[in-house]
T-cell receptor
Framework: GAVVSQHPSWVICKSGTSVKIECRSL??????MFWYRQFPKQSLMLMATSNEGSKATYEQGVEKDKFLINHASLTLSTLTVTSAHPEDSSFYIC?????????????FGDGTRLSIL | AQSVTQLGSHVSVSEGALVLLRCNYS??????LFWYVQYPNQGLQLLLK??????LVKGINGFEAEFKKSETSFHLTKPSAHMSDAAEYFCAVIPGGTSYGKLTFGQGTILTVHP
């Protein structure tokens, strides 16, 4: 079945640094990728939608200069959390959708636990 | 706007007992509905989906759900709980007629299975 790989799975860094998270579709071409944020004991909140080769569409309230998304190829999207602060600590999950995926809307990565000290 | 409500943030059952996780949606047209499972520190795995075909949908791991338009519900059931079913479950919706819209998730229900 379709597989989405997310890396790293866990990252701890100091406040003020930038962190890049990668999301790769391993066996299909992902025309659209989604980035979600999940706080402890809460649901997934969509941050942005990115289509290959075009700018990401951000949800209301999400700072696009804070969360930089690049979807330069059909198999890779990256989320960069710039100048991260403790309030950015969260679980970030990507998902991908490609052509020929039928009615399954998205395939999810295993998430990245981001902890900012 | 599409929304989905899961009744009960925590459900606890005994091993072998019936599992019932509730989900209600609000939509002016029949949406596509999904149930996902999430294990700790992992992403989401699709359990089953309703896309306007059969109203009773069977999924993986013995789960099934029934779409009831009159009740705007899509409850998830499993006849006999197993310890490995302990996880968090999310109901999700996409506006009707397409699988290419945005997924909107419910608040999630944590299922605990005790011996």
């Amino acid at each position: 079945g379709a597989v989405v790989s997310q890396h790293p799975s866990w990252v701890i860094c100091k406040s003020g640094t930038s962190v890049k998270i990668e999301c790769r579709s391993l066996d299909f071409q992902a025309t659209t990728m989604f980035w979600y944020r999940q706080f402890p004991k809460q649901s997934l909140m969509l941050m942005a939608t990115s289509n290959e080769g075009s700018k990401a569409t951000y949800e209301q309230g999400v700072e696009k200069d804070k969360f930089l998304i690049n979807h330069a190829s059909l198999t890779l999207s990256t989320l960069t959390v710039t100048s991260a602060h403790p309030e950015d600590s969260s679980f970030y999950i990507c998902s991908a959708r490609g052509l020929g995926q039928g009615s399954q809307p998205q395939h999810f990565g295993d998430g990245t636990r981001l902890s900012i000290l | 706007a599409q929304s989905v409500t899961q009744l009960g943030s925590h459900v606890s059952v005994s091993e072998g007992a019936l599992v019932l996780l509730r989900c209600n949606y609000s939509s002016s047209v029949p949406p596509y509905l999904f149930w996902y499972v999430q294990y700790p520190n992992q992403g989401l795995q699709l359990l089953l989906k309703y896309t306007s075909a059969a109203t009773l949908v069977k999924g993986i791991n013995g789960f099934e759900a029934e779409f009831k338009k009159s009740e705007t519900s899509f409850h998830l059931t499993k006849p006999s709980a197993h310890m490995s079913d302990a996880a968090e479950y999310f109901c999700a919706v996409i506006p009707g007629g397409t699988s290419y819209g945005k997924l909107t998730f419910g608040q999630g229900t944590i299922l605990t299975v005790h011996p």
